[in-house]
T-cell receptor, first 112, second 116 residues
Framework: ETGVTQSPTHLIKTRGQQVTLRCSSQ?????VSWYQQALGQGPQFIFQ???????GRGNFPPRFSGLQFPNYSSELNVNALELDDSALYLC???????????FGPGTRLTVT | AQSVAQPEDQVNVAEGNPLTVKCTYS??????LFWYVQYPNRGLQFLLK??????LVKGSYGFEAEFNKSQTSFHLKKPSALVSDSALYFC??????????????FGKGTSLLVTP
């Protein structure tokens, strides 16, 4: 198991609502990335944070936003939820100078 | 754009037999390649990576991967499969451009089933 933790484990929301997912990175890691994994698909990159700044973004609309805190933990916020937002959301931490990313167990979001 | 392709949705192998899970890549410049494994209802676990150097990379749980530049492939292998190796395997390539930071671009995954 990695040292990356995510909360909550599962979440059910209604279309149009807003949701916040949380991630604590592995000790010593200063970079956090978020991915969306739809059922039967590979993870898709949402965005990455380094030293509290967004360091890169995938093809996701602005209603997906994030934060990184001074302790390198992170939040993913999704506004105006849509049914297609139902997925497993994965957080991964890494450190500058290392290439691999270490993933948390994910948050399963269901939008009804 | 940097991408990987996993041509097989599922690979079936008998326990004790060698296994191969295929991955091909498309990148501009030198590729940084990775394999991850995902067990049901779990996050992804890092298995191994190729950055530079020896074309045969050894990783966790007895897995290894062979980098082949001429064939643009990075196949995952294990000499003797275990039933516990049954899982979903993802190949990934690291993007590095001004828009994507150090994002990983994943393939669609290959389901490995090892039968007793």
């Amino acid at each position: 198991e990695t040292g990356v933790t995510q909360s909550p484990t599962h979440l059910i929301k209604t279309r149009g609502q807003q949701v916040t997912l949380r991630c604590s990175s592995q000790s010593g890691h200063n970079t956090v990335s978020w991915y969306q994994q739809a059922l039967g698909q590979g993870p898709q990159f949402i965005f990455q944070y380094y030293r509290e700044e967004e360091n890169g973004r995938g093809n996701f609309p602005p209603r997906f936003s994030g934060l990184q805190f001074p302790n390198y933990s992170s939040e993913l916020n999704v506004n105006a939820l849509e049914l297609d937002d139902s997925a497993l959301y994965l957080c991964a931490s890494s450190s500058v100078g290392f290439y691999e990313q270490y993933f948390g167990p994910g948050t399963r979001l269901t939008v009804t | 754009a940097q991408s990987v392709a996993q041509p097989e949705d599922q690979v079936n192998v008998a326990e004790g037999n060698p296994l191969t899970v295929k991955c091909t890549y498309s990148v501009s410049g030198n590729p940084y390649l990775f394999w991850y494994v995902q067990y049901p209802n779990r996050g992804l676990q890092f298995l191994l990576k190729y950055i530079t150097g020896d074309n045969l990379v050894k990783g966790s749980y007895g897995f290894e991967a062979e980098f082949n530049k001429s064939q643009t492939s990075f196949h995952l292998k294990k000499p003797s499969a275990l039933v516990s190796d049954s899982a979903l395997y993802f190949c990934a390539v690291r993007a590095h451009n001004s828009n994507s930071g150090y994002a990983l671009n994943f393939g669609k995954g290959t389901s490995l089933l090892v039968t007793p």
